[in-house]
Nanobody
Framework: QVQLVESGGGLAQAGGSLRLSCAAS????????MGWYRQAPGKQREWVAG???????NYADSVKGRFTISRDNAKNTVYLQMNSLKPEDTAVYYC?????????????WGQGTQVTVSS
């Protein structure tokens, strides 16, 4: 099994920044792609950003140019740098990982971390 633990969520003002981290442990050989999803109250979970096994990155249109995903393979950790935050970015953010050729893994999930952006 693979365990994913997110950290770094919290409260930010509109225009501010936050950085999320997701540390993977356990059967790391089972994963190569990692990504971030989010779920706002009353809405479905949506994909935000992902990084493939080959380190290709991809972003949802709503965050492109503001969010940056990166990984540190030595630490088995993926990051989501969120800049120019907007109130509509408020959601629970989930880290996901899996064995995938793309950037939207769904095999393993973290517990989520709350991000709240005030106007």
């Amino acid at each position: 099994q693979v365990q994913l633990v997110e950290s770094g969520g919290g409260l930010a003002q509109a225009g501010g920044s936050l950085r999320l981290s997701c540390a993977a442990s356990g059967s790391i050989f089972r994963i190569n792609a990692m990504g971030w999803y989010r779920q706002a109250p009353g809405k479905q979970r949506e994909w935000v950003a992902g990084i493939s096994g080959g380190d290709a990155t991809n972003y949802a249109d709503s965050v492109k140019g503001r969010f940056t995903i990166s990984r540190d393979n030595a630490k088995n950790t993926v990051y989501l740098q969120m800049n120019s935050l907007k109130p509509e970015d408020t959601a629970v953010y989930y880290c996901a990982a899996g064995q995938s050729s793309g950037t939207r893994p769904t095999a393993y999930w973290g517990q989520g971390t709350q991000v709240t952006v005030s106007s």
